[in-house]
């Protein structure tokens, strides 16, 4: 029996937050055991907003040993850069002939980032989701884990399907995304109703995954409670909740028995013990990162090997995609 398709990707904008790790990269590593999964670094996304070339550069190899570092490994899925695998600039453009102007300007992550843009927006990033569509599309993709906030674009990825479909003859697949609840959406430590993003002006509001051990303790130390006073999981309180789930998913705990162990007992233990939750959970993967950074052939073997397999699959799709719009075949 074929195995399903996973399709996943980070941009390499910056440090990755314990939010793309709880919201996205932690599910990835346990989906590889069981399905056919490509895991790309999605460096022509990252490039809708202005980059610094060499950080571009350097941030692109350093998520790429964050994958292998939280457990990705390259002899059970495929991971590569995404500019290395021209198909999906290509099916990109096919699809962007395809999509609706009317559609694309209610994509709530680009009104937000062209409200503070104005007239300087570019179109890179009013057609950015067309482009996702057209990553998951070209593998064929039965799943998609990702954190809440890219649940539209994924809608926009399956409108895309179907309308390819009908217009011409089954030829994708309906992809569907994976988000877990809670864990799918972890909220800034300094606002509760902002999510957690390595591009937050205060620096307060993340962790990254490569945080440093006393910066975990002084961000956690200052992230906002409720005023309530008890470790409940509950909708009065966001700020707890958040820090909940972010102890849940780091130790395993479930929420009754978080409940349970700071019974009767203010915030402020219980955020002691979070920081070092963290800390714990993270040690391992900082620990792995480095070693991993230390070798880059073993990383260029990853990503050209990744590139290679991508290229290959990603290939078919297109030369279908080619055919059935009425291209000349080569
Ligand atoms: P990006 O790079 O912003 O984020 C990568 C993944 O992390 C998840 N995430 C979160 N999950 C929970 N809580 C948070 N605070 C949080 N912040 C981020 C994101 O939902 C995402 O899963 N457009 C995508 C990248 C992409 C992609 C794709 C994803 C490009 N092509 C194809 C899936 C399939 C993005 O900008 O993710």
Redesign the pocket.
């Given at each position: 029996m074929e195995r399903k398709v996973v399709?996943?990707?980070?941009?390499p904008s910056g440090g990755l937050?314990i939010?793309?790790y709880?919201?996205?990269i932690r599910n990835w590593v346990s989906l590889q055991d069981e399905y056919d999964c490509y895991y790309s670094i999605?460096d022509l996304?990252a490039i809708t907003v202005p980059q610094v070339p060499k950080d571009l550069r350097k941030n692109t190899l350093e998520v790429l040993a964050l994958y292998l570092a939280c457990g990705l490994d390259p002899e059970k899925c495929t991971i590569f850069i995404q500019s290395h695998v021209s198909t999906h600039a290509e099916l990109a453009w096919v699809l962007n002939t395809m999509s609706y102007m009317g559609q694309l300007s209610r994509m709530t992550q680009y009104k937000d980032k062209s409200q503070k843009l104005g007239e300087s927006v570019n179109a890179g990033l009013f057609t950015y989701p067309v482009l996702?569509a057209a990553?998951?599309l070209l593998y064929q993709a039965d799943y998609?884990p990702?954190?809440?906030?890219?649940k539209q674009?994924l809608e926009l990825a399956r409108d895309l399907t179907d309308r390819f479909n009908n217009r011409y003859s089954p030829t994708f697949k309906v992809p569907e995304p994976l988000i877990k609840k809670e864990e799918?959406?972890?909220m800034s430590l300094q606002d509760p109703n902002k999510?957690?993003?390595k591009s937050d002006e205060n620096d307060n509001g993340f962790i990254l995954i490569l945080e440093k051990p006393d910066d975990i303790r002084r961000k956690i130390k200052r992230a906002v409670t409720d005023s309530i006073g008890e470790v409940r999981f509950s909708e009065e309180q966001p700020a707890i909740k958040n820090l909940m789930t972010i102890y849940s998913a780091f130790s395993g705990c479930s929420f009754e028995d978080i409940e349970k162990r700071y019974e009767g007992q203010g915030y402020k233990q219980f955020k002691e013990d979070l920081a070092e939750v963290v800390i714990e959970g993270l040690a391992p993967i900082q620990e792995r990162f480095k070693e991993i950074m230390n070798n880059k052939e073993y990383l260029e073997n990853v990503y050209k090997q990744g590139a290679e397999k991508a290229q290959y699959v990603s290939n078919k799709t297109l030369r279908k995609v080619y055919k059935k719009i009425g291209f000349v075949v080569k």
């Open positions: 399709f996943s990707g980070v941009q937050t939010g793309n709880i919201g996205a999605v996304h996702m990553d998951i998609v990702v954190g809440q906030d890219q674009h799918g959406k972890i999510k957690m993003s």
